[in-house]
Every structure is written in structure tokens, then in C-alpha cells.
Antibody
Framework: QVQLQESGPGLVKPSQTLSLSCSVSGGSISNGGYYWSWIRQHPGKGLEWIGYVHYNGRTYYNPSFKSRVTMSVDTSKNHFSLELTSVTAADTAIYYC??????????WGQGLPVTVSS | EIVLTQSPGTLSLSPGDRATLSCWAS???????LAWYQQKPGLAPRLLIYGASRRATGIPDRFSGSGSGTDFTLTISRLEPEDFGVYYC??????????FGPGTKVDIK
């Protein structure tokens, strides 16, 4: 079964770019049956979909993020990435990567807490 | 954009009770695109139900999903101690877009 692991800085300064990676094991990121996804959760709050990327590079983003977000896939490293620009305190959250085989998220990473603060 | 509403916000029950959680969509949706998740403190969400009524791999049969159109239900037939947590419904739209409900917290009475 697929296993996912998020990595990246736990602290980012305001106005900077948040860059996270999700390492995939137990399967190939070139599996055309998956979209590779990012979801976040503000402290004590609900879930917010950020977007997803296919291994062929096709992306779909939540319109709320569209101007700030970029997702990509690195098939050589079997991982995918999230970049979120111009971060503010409102981007403080736990960031999850997950697999989307059809219309639901079946495998999730453990989550990476990210704080935006100077 | 589809908006999902869940009720109640909190459900206080005892082990052995039956739990009924509701999820309403702001407009009619295909049941193929409705899923439910369980989340416990400090952990990632876990897929319970997809396609409104199909149990995910390894999910006990005390969990069941039903509904169509705008009204969907997650039922836990007999609560076990490990079932307490927050439950989210989720819709996948054809725009495409994904939305989550605000969650229902099931806690111990």
C-alpha cells in the first residue's frame, strides 16, 4: 500500500514562500490512476483542499489559492511538491499530502505542522 | 460551488449507542462523489466511506453510509470506544473541486 511522508520547514516567515514535499513509497508516482493532493487544516479547524497534480503535470487548484500555489511532480525522486507564495499567519496549518484515486482521498501522510511567523 | 453542512456539530453518546451523522449539500450531487472520513486528535483523517455507501478497505461493518441528492447519512450501529473523534463528509465536484463539511464531533457522554 502507498505510504506518504511530508517534509519541509516547520517555520516560514511572512511574505516568503512555503515549499513542502511529499515522498511516496510503496508505489510509483507515475501511477496514472492517482492525483497527488495537498490538504491543510488550520489549528482546531476543518479540512481545506489546496489542489492536486497528476504525474503528467496536469494540475487543479482550489480557486482560493490559485494565484499563490504551484504543485509539481518529480518522477525521478518519486515525490511531489507544493509551493505557496506570499504566506501570512493565515497559512499557519497542518499540511497533509494524500492520494486521490477517483473522488476520495484514500492514503494520507501524517501531516506537517507549519507556522508562519517572523 | 457545492457547500456541505453537517449536523449535529457535536454528538455526545455512550459506547454501544447508535450514531447518526448528517451531511447536506447545497445542491444535488452524485452519490458517487460523496465520501466520509474519521479523524482522531493528532492523526490524519482516515477514509471510511466512498461513493456514499461503500466501505473502504478494513473499515468495520458497523459503519454504513446512505443517501442521495442533497441528503447523506453516516451511521455507526454500535459505538466502540475507538470510534470517538471528528467525522467529515467530502464532495468531489466536476469543476473539478473538492469541498469538505465542517465536521461532527462524536464524544463520550
Amino acid at each position: 500500500q502507498v505510504q506518504l511522508q511530508e517534509s519541509g520547514p516547520g517555520l516560514v516567515k511572512p511574505s516568503q514562500t512555503l515549499s513542502l514535499s511529499c515522498s511516496v513509497s510503496g508505489g510509483s508516482i507515475s501511477n496514472g490512476g492517482y492525483y497527488w493532493s495537498w490538504i491543510r487544516q488550520h489549528p482546531g479547524k476543518g479540512l481545506e483542499w489546496i489542489g492536486y497534480v497528476h504525474y503528467n503535470g496536469r494540475t487543479y487548484y482550489n480557486p482560493s489559492f490559485k494565484s499563490r500555489v504551484t504543485m509539481s511532480v518529480d518522477t525521478s525522486k518519486n515525490h511531489f511538491s507544493l509551493e505557496l507564495t506570499s504566506v501570512t499567519a493565515a497559512d499557519t496549518a497542518i499540511y497533509y499530502c494524500a492520494t486521490l484515486p477517483y473522488a476520495y482521498f484514500d492514503f494520507w501522510g501524517q501531516g506537517l505542522p507549519v507556522t508562519v511567523s517572523s | 460551488e457545492i457547500v456541505l453542512t453537517q449536523s449535529p456539530g457535536t454528538l455526545s453518546l455512550s459506547p454501544g449507542d447508535r450514531a447518526t451523522l448528517s451531511c447536506w449539500a447545497s445542491q444535488s450531487v452524485s452519490s458517487s462523489y460523496l465520501a466520509w472520513y474519521q479523524q482522531k486528535p493528532g492523526l490524519a483523517p482516515r477514509l471510511l466511506i466512498y461513493g456514499a455507501s461503500r466501505r473502504a478497505t478494513g473499515i468495520p461493518d458497523r459503519f454504513s453510509g446512505s443517501g442521495s441528492g442533497t441528503d447523506f447519512t453516516l451511521t455507526i450501529s454500535r459505538l466502540e470506544p475507538e470510534d470517538f473523534g471528528v467525522y467529515y463528509c467530502q464532495h468531489y465536484g466536476t469543476s473539478p473541486e473538492v469541498t469538505f463539511g465542517p465536521g461532527t464531533k462524536v464524544d463520550i457522554k
